[in-house]
Nanobody, 122 residues
Framework: QVQLVESGGGLVQPGGSLRLSCEAS????????MGWYRQAPGKQRELVAS???????NYADSVKGRFTISRENAKNTVYLQMNSLKPEDTAVYYC????????????????WGQGTQVTVSS
């Protein structure tokens, strides 16, 4: 079992920055692929960024060059640094942990946080 707790959301003006944090507990954090997803009202949840246990990152095209995902295994924490925020980045952001073996996601080992609201507005 993995428990995920997000923090760092809030209201920010366009062009501003926020850093989201997700602290994990309950299992071997370093072996999990970690990710950030978001869901805007009326839209499906989408992948924002992910980072493997080996540190390989992946980003949605809409956030490339603006967002950075990182992880600190000693603190069981994954971060999402968001710069140059736009109104279309407004959404609830969810932390995700997934155990991946041989490139396959183990469905019984996928966990979600409760979500944190990010609102970009002037």
């Amino acid at each position: 079992q993995v428990q995920l707790v997000e923090s760092g959301g809030g209201l920010v003006q366009p062009g501003g920055s926020l850093r989201l944090s997700c602290e994990a507990s309950g299992s071997i954090f370093s072996s999990y692929r970690m990710g950030w997803y978001r869901q805007a009202p009326g839209k499906q949840r989408e992948l924002v960024a992910s980072i493997t246990s080996g540190g390989t990152t992946n980003y949605a095209d809409s956030v490339k060059g603006r967002f950075t995902i990182s992880r600190e295994n000693a603190k069981n924490t994954v971060y999402l640094q968001m710069n140059s925020l736009k109104p279309e980045d407004t959404a609830v952001y969810y932390c995700n942990a997934a155990r991946v073996i041989g490139g396959l996601v183990i469905k019984s080992s996928v966990y979600w946080g409760q979500g944190t609201q990010v609102t970009v507005s002037s």
